[in-house]
């Protein structure tokens, strides 16, 4: 058995990551209608009836929009920490109370053979944190919604085989966009969202010659481009002499286009 994965949306929009390994299936927040996602399983085969549990990282409604029906659908257990499920529980809808779990901040579960680590971020919710999985030494990582990088995260999230890892914005492009200032100085606060160059320097204090894939995520609409993402990461890590395009690779994702499955 090995850890694959697929981003099936990721983006200001909405945002869901699917996990796997052996029988177990891991939906990781479910930020679109449950049609949604359902659509993006079927493009990466699988079955939603298959899956095994949600976990949510936050509150906001591009991770949550659809986790109700989905939950009900499926009678898929929610694993999320206590403060998000405070958070939550008014916008998700009715969920029976045997399909509820604690997943505490800072600790580690295990289903189905995957390790799961959750870490704290600094990001405006109530309690957000992600997830690094880890099985039979491979481990990746999902490391978005961060108001900035800190020492902590680093160490726990260092030497990754694969990141799913945000770059949100091109500063420029915020600074001379449409949003208020209140909205952008938000997104560029410690509680906000991470930039392409932000995203790039953090990378170089992390990776290592296990890591052999970097996936953009959490890229903004108004704010950031695809290319622009891609190319302001990949030249950041090659001028730190990393080998991108050859041991290195760095993918997109998409807010209504899963990637490829990939084994870790």
């Known amino acids: 058995m090995s850890l694959r994965f697929s981003v099936l949306a990721s983006g200001s929009t909405g945002n869901a990551f699917y996990i796997e390994s052996g029988e177990e299936k891991i939906l990781v927040d479910a930020g679109l209608s449950g049609k949604k996602i359902e659509n993006l399983l079927h493009q990466v085969h699988v079955d939603p009836k298959d899956l095994s549990r949600i976990l949510v990282t936050h509150e906001h ?143 170089t204090d992390i990776i290592d010659d296990n890591t052999k894939r970097i996936y953009l995520a959490h890229l903004s609409l108004d704010n950031n481009m695809i290319d622009l993402a891609n190319m302001s990461v990949s030249n950041v890590l090659k001028e730190r002499g990393f080998e991108v395009g050859s041991r290195l690779e760095v993918h997109d994702t998409f807010p209504e286009k899963p990637t490829s499955m990939y084994d870790v």
């Open 61 to 203: 409604s591009d991770h949550i929009k659809g986790l109700g029906i989905m939950a009900r659908r499926y009678k898929l257990p929610i694993h999320a920490n206590e403060k998000t499920w405070e958070a939550m529980e008014g916008q998700i809808g009715k969920v029976p109370l045997d399909q509820k779990f604690h997943f505490p901040m800072e600790s580690v579960q295990t289903f189905g053979g995957i390790d799961v680590e959750s870490f704290a971020v600094s990001h405006d919710a109530a309690d957000p944190m992600f997830f690094t999985f880890h099985q039979d030494g491979k481990k990746a990582a999902l490391v978005t919604d961060l108001g900035y990088v800190s020492e902590r995260i680093k160490k726990t999230v260092e030497k990754a085989d694969a990141y799913i890892f945000e770059a949100n914005h091109d500063v420029h492009m915020l600074r001379m966009g449409r949003y208020p200032w209140s909205v952008k100085r938000r997104i560029l606060g410690d509680v906000g969202h991470v930039s392409n160059e932000d995203s790039a320097l953090a990378l």
